[in-house]
């Protein structure tokens, strides 16, 4: 779970400095140079999303509602209330708006997150909208690019000055993030939405002194290819009060662990990385919250890794992943309305670090090992390679 840290000053101090930051009131958009040579970022589109909705795919309410609330947002407007830090290792910058309708005061428009050790908030955004590609955007959590402008960067700075932060990966991530601020440039990253309320870490699944997920837990003995395959019938209480179908939970939980096989996933089973939440009608779903301890290489050690922790797939997602490799192979073939494989990967999320030519060649790396894998499972153990 996140935690919150103090900023060591005087609290009358504190105040009086953000209020002076904050009521900076030289807001930017998109391509507009400021002093400094930095831009911030208004959000203006989401091309994946509205893509998915043009062809009249459906999109789960929550990303519908964060489309909604986002669209427009600039994290330079005064209107907006940084001054709050959040995160275990990484170190985010929480934004909320203040509503003195609201029971809280204020409405959350989420974290922004940027690069560092301990996160990638490029594959954030790349998971989420390749799990609304292939209709599963409801088990994970909203994100979306951004950029910090000079206002917001600032605040961020501030905060970062003046909270303590205990030695380790945190700090090292705290030192990382004010080093990309110095250079004066757009602060690149993401923002990601505010947690479900329900949503509650599921460690039962991890064998956390591993990184590993544990064989002998229900969920991932039924994807194994070899074992009896899972059935809607099977109820399972995961967490007290979080009760779910084996087959659902099964499936949800072979697309997350394809996504992580295709973004190069490190960190799934340290601690808190697997989640639940429960949906409207109180059902237990995983819900994907943190999907940045990945790294995108051409070493396939880690995607090698990760396809030996399962064997059943979910047949729908596998297609779609086929038709998504023919795609990036030969672009000519098309993909969601794209003949460019590079303006596809960019919009995905995959919009810095590498170039896109590198992200093009390093997902059709993955997908391609994804896809032997299937295929040999298939031939070994037939139908039962997949989920039914």
Not at 5 to 32: E, F, P
Not at 87 to 116: I, Q
Not at 323 to 332: D, G, I, M, R
């Amino acid at each position: 779970m996140h935690s919150n840290y103090l900023v060591v000053a005087s609290t009358n101090m504190i105040s009086i400095k953000i209020r002076i930051i904050l009521s900076i009131t030289a807001t930017v958009t998109l391509g507009s140079v400021v002093t400094d040579n930095a831009y911030a970022d208004t959000i203006k589109q989401f091309p994946i999303l509205e893509r998915l909705q043009r062809q009249g795919k459906p999109l789960a309410s929550e990303t519908t509602k964060w489309m909604k609330k986002w669209r427009g947002v600039d994290l330079d407007n005064p209107v907006f209330k940084l001054n709050e830090l959040s995160g275990s290792s990484s170190v985010y910058l929480k934004v909320r708006k203040p509503d003195p309708t609201d029971k809280d005061g204020y409405k959350a428009y989420g974290t922004f997150a940027s690069s560092n050790a301990s996160g990638n908030p490029y594959t954030e955004i790349a998971y989420f909208n390749l799990a609304a590609i292939l209709g599963y955007d409801h088990i994970f959590r909203p994100a979306v690019r951004y950029a910090l402008g000079a206002r917001a960067r600032q605040a961020f700075k501030f905060l970062l000055q003046n909270t303590v932060i205990p030695v380790g990966n945190r700090l090292e991530n705290k030192i990382h993030v004010l080093q990309d601020i110095a250079t004066g440039k757009p602060l690149k990253g993401c923002l990601k939405a505010k947690k479900l309320d329900t949503n509650m870490a599921y460690d039962a699944i991890a064998d956390i002194k591993n990184n590993l997920p544990r064989k002998n837990n229900a969920i991932i003995a039924a994807l194994q290819a070899g074992n009896t395959q899972p059935s809607s019938s099977q109820k399972l209480t995961l967490l007290s009060g979080y009760k779910a179908n084996l087959l659902q939970l099964a499936r949800e939980y072979s697309i997350i662990m394809t996504l992580d096989v295709i973004f190069q996933q490190w960190d799934r089973y340290s601690g808190a990385n697997v989640v639940l939440a429960k949906d409207n009608t109180g059902i237990a779903h995983f819900y994907s919250t943190d999907n940045g301890g990945a790294t995108l290489e051409k070493n396939t050690t880690q995607v090698v890794h990760n396809l030996k922790n399962f064997s059943r797939y979910d047949r729908k997602t596998i297609q779609q992943l086929r038709a998504l490799y023919v795609f990036l192979v030969t672009p000519s073939k098309g993909f969601l309305g794209y003949k460019n494989a590079e303006t596809f990967v960019v919009d995905l999320g995959l919009y810095n670090n590498l170039k896109p030519t590198e992200y093009v060649a390093i997902l059709k790396q993955n997908l391609r090992l994804l896809l032997n894998q299937v295929a040999n499972v298939e031939r070994q153990f037939g139908n039962k390679a997949y989920l039914p």
